[in-house]
């Protein structure tokens, strides 16, 4: 099965909040990471990665954190607005095994 | 979705007909993959290409051959369709190596009747 997986399968949220969606891993050999955002009827886009031999990367309103010690993989997306209505998911690069592995997805909605 | 085109994008098949899958690229990048995803599944690996001739498999390959002649187009078939080959089919890039960043394509939503 896949060492990857999601906390919550659906996540709704105001316009205008913050969004976390989690995601936790098993593989402590693990070394990079990849969130992929699916809006529907079309291909994954990717959205951040992180290394490692990191704890936190930002990009423009999303942050990814990485927890090593509970291996733990967060998403934050600031100041939700109706177009990051869609399915996210995490993914893994298990180090040596040379492939990644994916979550199922968070399905994030956003109220107006 | 930018560089990397599949084709077609919708097609609806007869239970033991043969299906090709186009994907093409336009990034010249070493490694191709096949995904299908289904509801309850995610993404799971088909098969997948490490250069022109180079392939192998993946986790649910039966039922499934590929082929890449040019770096650019990766070929996905399904010599006699099931329906439980229904499915939407993703092609996805990456340069590096198999665990670095992939790229996907738009997808081929596949209905077999």
């Known amino acids: 099965g896949e060492s990857v997986g999601l906390h919550l399968p659906t996540l709704s949220v105001q316009e205008g909040d913050n969004s976390i969606i989690n995601c936790a891993y098993s593989?402590?050999?693990?070394?990079?990471f990849i969130w992929y955002k699916q809006e529907s009827g079309k291909g994954p886009q990717f959205i951040i990665d992180?290394?490692?031999?990191?704890d936190k990367r930002q990009g423009q309103r999303v942050t990814v954190l990485l927890n090593k010690t509970v291996k733990h993989l967060s998403l934050q997306i600031a100041a939700t607005q109706p177009g990051d209505s869609a399915v996210y998911f995490c993914?893994?690069?298990?180090?040596?095994?040379?492939?990644?592995?994916f979550g199922q997805g968070t399905r994030l909605t956003i109220n107006p | 979705d930018a560089g990397i085109t599949q084709s077609p994008r919708h097609k609806v098949t007869e239970t033991g007909t043969p299906v090709t899958l186009r994907c093409h690229q336009t990034?010249?990048?070493?490694?191709m993959y096949w995904y299908r995803q289904d509801p309850g599944h995610g993404l799971r690996l088909i098969h997948y290409s490490y250069g022109v001739k180079d392939t192998d498999k993946g986790e649910v390959s039966d039922g499934y051959s590929v082929s890449r002649s040019k770096t650019e187009d990766f070929l996905l078939t399904l010599e006699s369709a099931t329906s439980s080959q229904t499915s939407v089919y993703f092609c996805?890039?990456?340069?590096?190596?198999?665990?670095?960043?992939?790229?996907f394509g738009p997808g081929t939503r596949l209905l077999v009747l």
């Open positions: 593989n402590s050999a693990s070394d990079y």
């Open positions: 992180i290394r490692s031999n990191m």
């Open positions: 996805a890039i990456s340069g590096a190596s198999r665990g670095e960043t992939q790229y």
């Open positions: 993914a893994e690069n298990i180090e040596g095994a040379q492939k990644l592995v």
């Open positions: 990034e010249n990048h070493r490694y």
